[in-house]
């Protein structure tokens, strides 16, 4: 599976967009990128994924470079629970669905 | 909303004791995963069950693990005989498809005394 890098800490003022960077210069063509996050050792949540195209839900978008070597997570309007912890994860459609987590971004928003 | 659930949410044991962590998938899903964290640490995947036989395991997974889903809704982790080093927070998670989002429960706690 495909390494991820991450920051490991950023902040973001309340109400401001909440922009999470993720590096995965080794991505194959058949993996997803997944995003999903942890709430003071809550289960992880899942936010959004994508393969090449730009994606966006309720909570979130997604944006994937061209040539698939990075992305962001964009919070439009990030709240105090927002904080938590990112987790940015390349998975091949092909295997069993686990998913393999690194060390995230830890997201501190400030009023 | 359909949710996983998990209990207990805490459970105490003693080392060489056997504990069996138990979770309630979403009643649709098709495919289980067990993960695990240890305080302070990333998530770790453990295993991932479907149709009735773990499809795949980590090297965490050893002889002393075991997954079950005898009834066609609960979803069980055995750990025969608890090390110190299986203290930690145990999550369930439940998808309806392998390639789609993986819904989570809220972890048990458990501590090897």
């Known amino acids: 599976d495909a390494k991820t890098t991450q920051p490991p800490s950023m902040d973001c003022a309340e109400g401001r967009a909440a922009n999470l960077p993720c590096n995965h210069s080794?991505?194959?063509?058949?993996?997803?990128v997944y995003w999903y996050r942890q709430i003071h050792s809550q289960g992880p949540q899942y936010i959004i994924h994508?393969?090449?195209n730009n994606e966006t839900n309720e909570m979130a978008s997604l944006i994937i470079t061209e040539d698939r070597k990075s992305s962001t997570l964009i919070l439009p309007h990030a709240t105090l629970r927002d904080t938590a912890v990112y987790y940015c994860i390349v998975r091949p459609s092909s295997n069993t669905g686990k998913l393999i987590f690194g060390q995230g971004t830890t997201l501190q928003v400030k009023p | 909303e359909p949710e996983v659930t998990q209990t207990p949410s805490h459970q105490v044991t003693q080392m060489g004791q056997e504990v069996i962590l138990r979770c309630v998938p979403i009643?649709?899903?098709?495919?289980f995963y067990w993960y695990r964290q240890i305080l302070g640490q990333k998530v770790e995947f453990l295993v991932s069950?479907?149709?009735?036989?773990?499809?795949?395991k980590s090297e965490i997974f050893d002889d002393q693990f075991s997954v079950e889903r005898p009834d066609g809704s609960n979803f069980t982790l055995k750990i025969r005989s608890t090390k110190l080093e299986d203290s930690a927070m145990y999550f369930c998670a439940s998808t309806v498809d392998r390639e789609n989002e993986q819904y989570f429960g809220p972890g048990t706690r458990l501590t090897v005394t």
């Open positions: 009643s649709n899903h098709l495919y």
């Open positions: 080794t991505i194959s063509g058949n993996e997803y």
């Open positions: 069950f479907y149709n009735n036989e773990i499809s795949e």
């Open positions: 994508g393969l090449k």
